[in-house]
């Protein structure tokens, strides 16, 4: 492509208002030639806006007969501008709420012509005065959930104001999610792919404290954390599996005191974590991170940690029972869980890495 206007951008909309019409205007007179609108099944009731963005050129709108989420809207456009704009290094998507400056969305253009391989994020501060409270809160916890299980610093998870390269935009099509989770998942697949993220400034723009968003606080959290639901699975049935198994052996060895001379809780401890390490490094290696390290060197620097966080569970739990007393399994949690968060961390960033430093 000669321009980086040439780039496609895409507005799915659900429901819109004049701000739509505003933000086509302003971004025909800013020269952006290709402008992809989907209509998200949003009902007669809000013919008039779509029709009136048909009419305008370079615009084009794609409609749903009824209302299929954003994810999905943004699959449709995905699928119309690979077919319509084949020479194009990728697209821009961005919100029809207003939230997006024309000058920031062609910022974004501009840094995927420079980066054609990156995912490009147009990131908001969220410190600033204006943010409404839902919006800050939100973020700024999904970007701390990012930072820990993935290992991935984002600043602004949530951005509507995106650039995707067109090969990762044919790989988006077959991604999960067809509300708004789809967004979060697009950001795990860079990770899981490999791909780079760059961050563009952008303006922070709320306009009666986003009144018109259609983003449910409670309901579309809820899909958005469950999108993690691989990670809390592995954790959560391992840890079970664990305490389970603790409470088994404590049970069984209890009466006589120790086992060769070893601490009852001890060997309880290494017992419980022998079997649970094995079911644990299975499901993280196959599954939660779909790792490519070699398996052989993924199992020797897991058993280095799994031995290390066993001596230190066994260590802790012991200790802390003979000064508490009560029982072994509610002592055991916290210390476990403690060990839990420390293990993960370790785990992503080495048991499963493999020698190019790619999980």
């Known amino acids: 492509m000669s321009s980086y206007l040439e780039i496609p951008v895409i507005i799915p909309s659900y429901e819109p208002d004049e701000k739509l019409i505003h933000l086509l205007h302003d971004l025909q007179e800013a020269g952006i030639r290709h402008m992809v609108v989907v209509d998200d099944g949003s009902g007669e009731a809000y013919a008039s806006f779509f029709g009136r963005a048909a009419s305008m050129e370079n615009c084009t709108v794609l409609y749903h ?210 079997i649970s390490a094995v079911y644990n490094f299975m499901i993280n290696y196959r599954v939660v991170f779909r790792s490519k390290a070699g398996v052989a060197a993924a199992v020797c620097r897991y058993a280095v940690l799994a031995v290390c966080q066993m001596a230190c569970s066994a260590f802790l739990v012991n200790a802390l029972f003979g000064l508490v007393g009560g029982t072994e399994v509610v002592v055991k949690m916290p210390v476990d869980i403690l060990l839990f968060f420390i293990s993960f961390a370790i785990q992503r960033e080495f048991v499963y890495r493999s020698k190019d430093g790619t999980q």
């Open 65 to 274: 007969a009824v209302n299929l989420g954003k994810g999905r809207a943004l699959k449709t456009a995905f699928n119309y501008c690979l077919r319509r704009f084949p020479e194009a290094p990728g697209c821009v998507t961005a919100d029809s709420d207003g939230q997006h400056r024309p000058k920031d969305i062609m910022a974004c253009m501009q840094a995927l012509c420079g980066h054609p391989e990156s995912l490009i994020l147009g990131c908001r501060n969220f410190d600033g005065q204006g943010v409404p409270i839902r919006s800050s809160f939100g973020n700024k916890c999904t970007r701390k959930v990012f930072r820990y299980l993935l290992g991935l610093s984002v600043s602004d998870t949530q951005t509507g104001l995106r650039a995707i390269p067109a090969f990762f935009m044919r790989e988006l099509m077959q991604v999960k999610g067809e509300r708004f989770e789809y967004e979060t998942n697009m950001l795990i697949e860079t990770k899981d792919r490999h791909i780079s993220i760059i961050e563009v400034p952008v303006e922070t723009v709320y306009i009666e404290e986003n009144k018109t968003s259609h983003f449910h606080p409670v309901r579309d959290s809820l899909r958005i954390y469950l999108v993690f639901g691989k990670f809390l699975f592995s954790s959560l049935s391992s840890s079970v599996l664990d305490l389970l198994l603790f409470q088994m052996f404590c049970a069984a060895l209890r009466p006589t005191g120790s086992l060769f001379g070893i601490s009852y809780i001890v060997a309880a401890t290494a017992g419980a974590r022998v």
